[in-house]
């Protein structure tokens, strides 16, 4: 979850100051390679995806726009990172991934999502776009308003996102054998999707 001392406006940075990034990319380093973990299911790829966002966002640094927060601004750079690089591998090397990777085993922070392997694996089955969604509100506590400046999308399609990815996920991790649901599934439903 961010801190209540989070960037919410922009306003702690200034657009092409390499002081103000470098505090950005300390700060905000870690959740999003969390979101990356939870979106990718890889660690190793989610750390090269953070790493390539990261520089994107330098190059394109003095064009931030004040008016989005800038950790948002570098999570839907991060996310779009990860939809094409899942997009390509896929077309690359289908289902050798998810046989390569196993179980996770991965540290409490920043990948505290892979800890749980039942949620983890499910995760990884979810269309990129509706684990981007989920990760961001119920691993950083994002709003739907936050989501949707993250994704540069609507917020009623965070919510449609939200919903179907809980619908998924429920019905994911009720097939698990012989687990039934092991996630508290109150946590995902419609009543916490607020439309802010």
């Not at 190059?59 to 948002?72: I, M, Q, T, V």
């Not at 961001?136 to 993250?150: D, K, M, S, V």
């Not at 996102?161 to 019905?171: E, M, P």
């Amino acid at each position: 979850m961010r801190s209540e001392s989070s960037e919410i406006e922009g306003q702690q940075y200034r657009p092409g100051n390499e002081a103000d990034f470098e505090r950005l990319y300390r700060t905000s380093y870690n959740r999003v390679l969390g979101t990356l973990i939870g979106v990718l299911g890889d660690r190793a790829a989610a750390e090269d995806c953070t790493h390539d966002a990261f520089e994107r966002a330098y190059r394109s640094w003095s064009s931030w726009r004040k008016d989005a927060p800038a950790e948002a601004w570098v999570h839907r750079i991060a996310i779009n990172t990860a939809i094409s690089y899942q997009r390509y591998s896929r077309m690359r090397e289908v289902g050798q991934v998810i046989k390569r990777l196993g179980r996770p085993t991965l540290p409490a922070d920043p990948g505290s999502v892979a800890e749980r392997s039942d949620l983890f694996n499910a995760l990884r089955k979810l269309p990129p776009k509706q684990a981007a969604a989920i990760v961001l509100r119920h691993h950083h506590g994002y709003t739907n308003r936050e989501i949707a400046a993250a994704l540069e999308i609507p917020e009623r399609t965070v919510a449609s996102r939200l919903i179907a990815a809980k619908a998924r996920l429920k019905t994911l991790l009720d097939s698990e054998p012989g687990s039934g649901p092991q996630i508290d599934m109150s946590t995902l439903s419609e009543d916490s999707v607020p439309s802010d």
